[in-house]
């Protein structure tokens, strides 16, 4: 006998369920339908693979960062560091290597390091104050921005750090994060792989290991996670932590790729990462989101970056339509918060 | 509910939980609490045994949250002392409380709107597998291992991938319980579990409780109900303003005694009293 009945599937209508438990699936959907818009608007030249290419190549960089946004959001919080952190990392490993004659392998690794500490100091900032994760990164994106053009100045006399190539190591780390399969146009670097690598270990992360559990109840409920024993506290430093390596990588992944670096790349950069999270299904507020959901936003991107022109238009626009799709995913996440608060209380 | 019926069921109770009630479980001496100058708690003796519904009851500030916060590691006693199998124990958190079999259910339940049931059953303690690198949360004996405790309980909650948000207020009380119970709770400690609860979900959640109790847990349960009170204790105790001035057990009494024991006792007199002279 059974002495809780269910009636039927709680108050909450199907499409509330099927947003909470697959939240990426809009994004999917919203890619799909830009994706045939721009090959109609650009009557099929969307869809040639030296287009294709280029989605693809705008796309990664967001996408690696957006996945590692996306869990930190999912847990409740924001990094806005994230855009001048590709800054910090590439200048890091731009001095170390030219300025400094380090082996370029050394100064991979001494620049994850830095990055990684740099995450640690915004976690362990945030679980210390208690302040908002937003105020706290948003002083470390200042601190970053003056600091990396400041430093990389004060190294090279210059914000441009050039020749990187001519470091020792320079052809072995090329292979791992820079080659190039086919021919351009029709080019594909090896950082997709990566892109989807990780995007693949996070998903398994966060759905299939007891910290995906954590990070989805520290963002769900964290006083009730504190409560049963979830570490909250390292769940968010750990995360702040992700997200800086993600930045490193990308960092460090485009000053080999273009043997130079700008010290002050990246800045903007870090809502682009925000927006792919939530137009990804990812909730602000934290709780629900994917792996997935950032990385198809990231894509989305790179579609609306090279559709617009394809279509015809003038590429300002890219701006205006990712504010657009920013407004309609949030307004979507709304709604099926406000669903789930009130067939909570229902 | 009589007591013939309370006592029955305690008879199922197995041998294992008879045996352990000689030793109560959890015992408390001279308990007292104060906040500043306010006693909000003084001179509590208590034992809680296997196997007992205890009901707390008494009028409002009259300290029964305070005492159970005091059983769970919530908030340390100013004087006194807990015993634990009879050995002198401090709980320095909810947390350390929880590992030695002490649960507390908290109205405010402890879930993860969004996320699945059985995440939330493992919330905090996720069964894993594999090794190194490779070890995951075991998702099929979560699951498994989720639906064999509901069902030892006699909850069903229907698809474990379902949203906790989607479950009702009973029914959260119940995956709540059914977690406790799955942690080994010795002692489960439940404030004012039905009071947002309709009268099928209460008497639902009333039957969870008497069931935890045949499994051998001592429970001790705040409610402002008599009749949920009447229906589920084995022993009532009633505070007053910080003090507690009635231990007694279900034999010794009757709904309206309970009834007018909860009100406030004598005082029901006085106001009535008052309301004649008036
Ligand atoms: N943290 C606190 N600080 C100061 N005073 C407190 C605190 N917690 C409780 N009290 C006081 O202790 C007394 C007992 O409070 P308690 O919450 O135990 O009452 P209660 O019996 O649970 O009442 P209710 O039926 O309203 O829940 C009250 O006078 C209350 O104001
Ligand atoms: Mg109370």
Redesign the pocket.
Known sequence: MSLLQLPAFGKARPWVRTAVLRPELGSLVAAVLLLTFFSIASSGAMLEIPTLARVLDTAWPYGIIAVAVGLLMISGEFDLSTGVMVGTAGALLGVMATEWGMNLWLALLLSLLICLGLGLWNGLLVVWTGLPSFVITLGTFFGLRGANVALSKYFTGDALIENIDEAAGFDSLHAIVATVFGTAPSDFRVSLLWWGGFTLIATWILWRTKIGNWIFATGGDREAARAVGVPVNGTKVGLFMLTAGAAWFVGVSNAVRYTSVQAGQGVGAEFFYIIAAVVGGCAMSGGRGSAIGPAIGALIWGIAFVGIPHAGWNSDWRWAFYGVLLLLATLINHIVGERVRTARSG | MTTEQVSAAESDSSAVAEQASDVPVLEVRGLG?Q??S????QDVDVALRAGEVTC?V??????????I?MLCGL?RPSEGEILLDGRVTEFASPRQARSQGIVAVYQDLALAPMMSLWRNFFMGGEPVKGWGIFQRFDVGYAKEAMQRELEKLGVNLGDPDRAAHTLSGGERQGLAIARAMYYGARVLIL??PTSALGVRQSGAVLRLIRRAAQRGTAVVL?T?KPQHAFWVGDRFLV?QR?RLIEDRRSETLTLESLSYLMAGGGEVDELETAIATA
């Open positions: 609490r906040f500043g306010v006693v909000a708690l707390v008494g009028d409002n500030g009259a300290g029964k949250s305070v005492f916060k908030i404030d004012e705040v402002p505070f910080g």
